[in-house]
């Protein structure tokens, strides 16, 4: 078929965006993995998927396809992309939506000036429903048991780092770093990524902090590598920072391909990201 695609990104993670309310797509993990590809195929981080809704009170429902081609429950900057991309193919008149997807629903909202605001619910922060083995490790106090020792086998050598285990829907480890720049994401990040202790594996965020509303962060994704920014990993990075008490609401993260906003008011409460996306170019490709 001839399928018809927008090419998006938001802060540099960038998404292939698929109408399928309008085109019938029921393609093969390979077939999404084609399109992810940027040598064979078009090339993207993720590859976003708009259907119609199979839940009452919901406008759109919002499938998320890492460029391994496996499907993933939540995707924050992507959740940007989508409510733009739905306004400027008039599917909807509506600037405030409410999103299915499989981690739960989210409301993302196309402000005026064109910056766009994602509540993304509230994170989850027990260990089984992260998922995280927790079993047998001892937690620290300070981050109300969510702070943890994870044990990294590099060859020959062993190494202990401290991760918060926090739930956008999607997983994640955070850890704190003195200097992002040196930290070695491209090493631990894949150890981390497939640790035995997560087992639906886990996005690696790596985050220094430059003051309490002020972070850089490098995330190695799930399903992905590092991308040029992650907004889930974003939001997990500045509970996990409030949580240890070393942030503050509204926290700036600043990621290698751009800026992002996240405010949290604490336990119980949702998690705002705010952000750009931006349209690359609209294709077709014959998949
Ligand atoms: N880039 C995303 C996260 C995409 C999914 C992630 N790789 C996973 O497997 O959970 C974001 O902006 O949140």
Redesign the pocket.
Known sequence: MKLKFTKMH?AG?DFVVIDGINQHIDFTPAQWQLLGDRRFGVGA??ILLVEKPTQPGCDFRYR?F?ADGGE???????SRAFVKFVAEKGLTDQRSITVETKAGIIAPRLELDGSITVNMGAPVLEPARVPFDAEGLQGEAQAQDTLWPLLLELGGARETVLISAVSMG??HAVQIVDDVETAPVELTGPLIEHHVRFPNRV?AGFMQVLDRQHVKLRVF????GE?L?????ACAAAVAGIRRGVLDSPVRVDARGGQLSISWAGEGEPVLLTGPAVTVFEGEIEI
């Open positions: 938001g993670n981080d993720q998320i890492n993933v429950e939540q995707c924050g900057n992507g999607n997983p996005n994704e799930r399903g992905v991308t920014a992650c907004g889930t990993g």
